[in-house]
């Protein structure tokens, strides 16, 4: 089945038309019939997610024909990126299982002068162990995936406070509508770009209620250091009190 047939499928299936559909995603009616019909050979990420909460089905799948169609719930801990398998235990003498590798984990630091200033880099003594099976989904090479925290809600609704995030290094050009980590003055962001004319950028929020568009001079843009892009995430949801 390829992507216009899952498209197609999961439209069907969630009992909508495609005015509803159109509607729910921000587009005109005649882009979700190019979707189905696989006219249109390109689909920006924040298209895919919106068409995902639409129809109930995961992302992963419609983008790539991976994992289960839609997401499977289990409890308080759940995760809002690619089911990957069970939890289970473990401590850093561990031995890797053969499936597994283990990603640099980035965050942002406080500066030893200690006047609240930070820098993104790399925690040595912090790894996170990620499957293989993932990476190979997402077209990522493991010595180019690293991993790191997202805080605050500018992207909530997608990728939620405290969400581990995974990106890939090699892929830092801009493709309009990605998800991008990068560091900027010392602060680890995580947003869509866009470029835009005069090689100026467009950084947009998932929150963008909260969090209006912001555009970055071509000056402002070379003094960022871009992480990568963001192929992956999961987030652990907090138990309400009961």
Known sequence: MNRNERIARAISLSGKSKSEIANLCGVAPSAVTQWISGESKTLKAESVFALAKATGFRPEWLTFGTGPEKSVEAGPLHSQG??????????????????EVELPYYAEVEFAAGNGMTEVVEVADRKLRFSKDTLRAAGVQPDCAAVARVKGRSMERLILDGAAIGFDTSFTHIVDGEIYAFNQDGMLRVKYLYSLPGNSVRIR??????YPDEVMTTDQ?????????????STVRRAPRR
């Not at 690619?82 to 499936?99: F, K, R």
């Open 205 to 210: 929020s998932e929150n963008s209620e909260e």
């Open 82 to 99: 690619e089911l990957i398998g069970l939890v289970s235990a473990w401590d850093a003498d561990d031995p890797l299982d053969d499936d």
């Open 221 to 233: 843009f070379r003094e960022i250091s871009m992480l990568g892009r963001v192929f992956w995430w």
